[in-house]
């Protein structure tokens, strides 16, 4: 599976924009990039993936870089119940999903 | 759907004791899945299975057993437990778990403090 580096915690005022980054230099050509969110005291929860372009949803947006080697998570308004820590994962079909340590998001209002 | 369930929310047992952490889902998913989760940590993969009947160490098996009698159950048992299994637990599920693609429900954990 593909290494992940994210910042261990990052800072950000209500309603302004978040980007979350996240290395993944190691990624092989098939890997989908997933974003999950674990609110506090929550279950994680899904955010978003994608493979090469750049996805949206309703909860977010997701900017992969052209070699695929990072991404960023974007929150294109953070409220302070965006304050949850993120993981980036890269997902190669296997049936073991491996979480590191993520980067937890403290929004300011 | 009420999705993914798990009780106990919270459990304290004492060191040597047995107990069995339940997981059920509604959403007909073949995957299933157990986490641990440590103070200031990530999640910890420790089971999972891929359809009834059929299950799978993950990361950190030792100490626990599961099995997977319908698609929709699939409980955890701590045989004996011990303080270093002091942690939140997540069931999760997803519709197959083997595909890149694939997304997982998480249910909202089981706190076991074990004396």
């Known amino acids: 599976d593909a290494k992940t580096t994210q910042p261990n915690s990052m800072e950000s005022n209500e309603e302004e924009p978040v980007h979350l980054p996240c290395n993944h230099s190691t990624i092989s050509g098939t890997d989908y990039i997933h974003w999950y969110r674990q609110l506090p005291s929550q279950g994680p929860e899904y955010v978003i993936h994608?493979?090469?372009s750049n996805v949206n949803n309703r909860m977010a947006s997701l900017a992969i870089a052209e070699d695929r080697k990072s991404s960023t998570l974007i929150l294109h308004r953070a409220t302070l119940r965006d304050a949850a820590v993120y993981y980036c994962i890269p997902r190669s079909g296997g049936f073991k999903t491996i979480f590191g340590a993520g980067t937890r998001l403290f929004v300011k209002a | 759907n009420a999705g993914v369930t798990q009780t106990p929310k919270f459990q304290v047992l004492k060191t040597g004791q047995s107990m069995t952490l339940q997981c059920a889902q509604d959403?007909?998913?073949?995957?299933m899945s157990w986490y641990r989760q440590d103070p200031g940590m990530g999640l910890r993969l420790i089971h999972y299975s891929v359809g009834a009947g059929i299950t799978d160490q993950g990361e950190v098996p030792n100490g626990y057993n599961v099995s997977r009698s319908t698609t929709e159950d699939f409980p955890l048992r701590l045989l004996s437990a011990a303080p270093s299994q002091t942690s939140v637990y997540f069931c999760?599920?997803?519709?197959?778990?083997?595909?890149?693609?694939?997304?997982?429900?998480f249910g909202p954990g089981t706190r076991l403090t074990v004396l």
């Open positions: 999760a599920s997803s519709y197959q778990g083997g595909t890149s693609t694939d997304t997982q429900y």
């Open positions: 994608g493979l090469t």
């Open positions: 959403m007909n998913h073949e995957y």
